[in-house]
């Protein structure tokens, strides 16, 4: 089933998280949701807010859904999160939990991103969520779950927020923006939005430029969806199992590349590290009985952000142990020069010596 652990971050010295705390006893006991920050060196518990309606603790295991972590960031002193899975977005005391403001019109947020005091929401414009039924345990016939779900159908809004003054500064109209697709930098905000990927003004939300990139709408799911990501004026997309490079201002195409199509039951894996974008072949041949197990080979390349030149190659091969089955189900991340994947468990891979540990 869901996760207990829907949401992770860190600031000052602190580690938020979005949790269940229900009875372990059984799935079917209620849940016992919350907003909880930890000192990030002892873990001692600092403050606890609690989530009275989150998602469908029975949702279908591996499937997310992967918006969930994007509705909590923290931000020096503050704290953005909505606390329920149809509210609006909240601003928190990092340190004491004191509620500071609400913002308006930002009921059903999906995903937040903050930069330079600016708030980017994106809001479902129809009906945030919608009832799920989950599986009926066979000693309990008559149970019935009244839970929600996220509503993927609904409409999307992009929506910037002055932190400061609690104000709308600009919203997009309604339209078929993709989750996990939005991006930003101190010029622009960027997103997928049905075939097109459209960059719109910081300052008033006005499209700067737009570019189809697929030859129908995206579709997307729970489980997984492109992945966009902007660095140094360059805009990157995995989608469709190919990697694109844009000029942020511009929107002109740099260059391409067949990269993997997504994770195991996560979104592609791209990632900026050292100065160079990474794909992170995910996906590969997965190990079936009988396979050759020197033939499963994987290879992580590193692009020039502007040219797209092969800059490094780190190869993952079967006789470290990558060829069990497929990559696990956590999400791929990075951290300072080193690519944390999980094909056996948890693996560092150093961008500079290509040497891993796990």
Not at 229 to 235: N, P
Not at 299 to 319: A, F, H, M, Q, W
């Amino acid at each position: 089933n869901m996760s207990s652990v829907s949401a992770v971050v860190s600031s000052s010295g602190r580690v938020f998280s979005i949790i269940d705390e229900g009875p372990t006893a059984s799935i079917y006991l209620p849940a016992r949701w919350s907003l909880a920050a930890r000192d990030a060196y002892s873990g001692v518990l600092l403050w606890k807010v609690p989530i009275h309606e989150w998602h469908a603790r029975l949702f279908p295991l591996k499937s997310g859904p992967q918006q969930l972590p994007r509705r909590l960031v923290a931000a020096g002193d503050r704290v953005y999160v909505t606390l329920g899975i149809d509210a609006p977005v909240s601003q928190l005391d990092a340190a004491t939990s004191e509620m500071l403001q609400t913002f308006p019109d930002t009921e059903h947020a999906e995903e937040l991103l903050y930069l330079d005091g600016k708030l980017v929401v994106v809001v479902n414009t129809e009906s945030a969520v919608k009832p799920f039924r989950g599986r009926t345990p066979a000693s309990r016939p008559g149970f019935v779950l009244d839970e929600t779900a996220v509503n993927l159908a609904g409409g999307r809004s992009v929506v910037m927020l002055d932190t400061q003054t609690g104000k709308a500064v600009w919203k997009t109209q309604p339209g078929a923006v993709v989750p996990l697709t939005v991006a930003a930098d101190r010029r622009s905000v960027f997103f997928l939005r049905g075939a097109a990927l459209a960059a719109a003004d910081m300052n008033d939300g006005k499209d700067i430029w737009t570019e189809v990139v697929a030859r129908k709408p995206v579709r997307f799911g729970t489980a997984s969806s492109p992945t966009l990501l902007v660095h140094k004026d360059v805009v990157c997309l995995a989608l469709g199992g190919e990697l694109t490079a844009r000029d942020a201002a511009t929107g002109r195409a740099l260059w391409s590349a067949a990269c993997a199509t997504a994770g195991y039951k996560a979104p592609a894996s791209i990632f900026v590290v050292d100065g160079l974008v990474w794909d992170v072949a995910a996906g590969g041949e997965p190990y079936r009985p009988g396979s050759d197990l020197s033939k499963i080979n994987r290879t992580y390349t590193g692009y020039d952000l502007r040219t797209g030149e092969v800059v490094k190659e780190i190869p993952v091969s079967s006789k470290h142990g990558y060829a069990i089955m497929h990559h696990r189900c956590h999400v791929p991340r990075a951290s300072g020069r080193s690519i944390i994947t999980s094909f056996p468990g948890i693996e560092f891979f150093d961008v500079e010596t290509g040497r891993s540990t796990h």
